[in-house]
Nanobody, 129 residues
Framework: QVRMVESGGGLVQAGGSLRVSCVVS????????MGWFRQAPGKEREVVAA????????YYADSVKGRFTISRDNAKNTVYLQMNSLKPEDTAVYYC??????????????????????WGQGTQVNVSS
């Protein structure tokens, strides 16, 4: 059974940094597309960043470009989201996602939530002003 567990969320002041992690267990995620999404109260879940299966390509939402970095460690079956220069509008529950069951391209970037078939439970990030 596949399980994805996020950690690293918390409370930080504006301008600060956090790194959230997502560990996949139950099967390897190495080579599979993964992404980070977030959902603020009253808003739709939106893509934050995505990384291709081969890890060579990344995507960032305009709102986080230049501040956030997605990376993966296939040996640890883990994907990370390094968040710098945090703003109050970054406050949300952050979810990691993986496309493990459906067919995929190792170089394609999946940015739609419907394209992912496994999700973590989320980790709360609060940025105070």
């Amino acid at each position: 059974q596949v399980r994805m567990v996020e950690s690293g969320g918390g409370l930080v002041q504006a301008g600060g940094s956090l790194r959230v992690s997502c560990v996949v267990s139950g099967r390897t995620a190495s080579g599979y597309p993964m992404g980070w999404f977030r959902q603020a109260p009253g808003k739709e879940r939106e893509v934050v960043a995505a990384i291709s299966g081969r890890g060579g390509r990344t995507y960032y939402a305009d709102s986080v470009k230049g501040r956030f970095t997605i990376s993966r460690d296939n040996a640890k079956n883990t994907v990370y989201l390094q968040m710098n220069s945090l703003k109050p509008e970054d406050t949300a529950v952050y979810y990691c996602a993986a496309r493990l069951a459906a067919s995929y391209s190792g170089s394609y970037l999946y940015t739609d939530r419907g394209e992912y078939d496994y999700w973590g439970q989320g980790t709360q990030v609060n940025v105070s002003s």
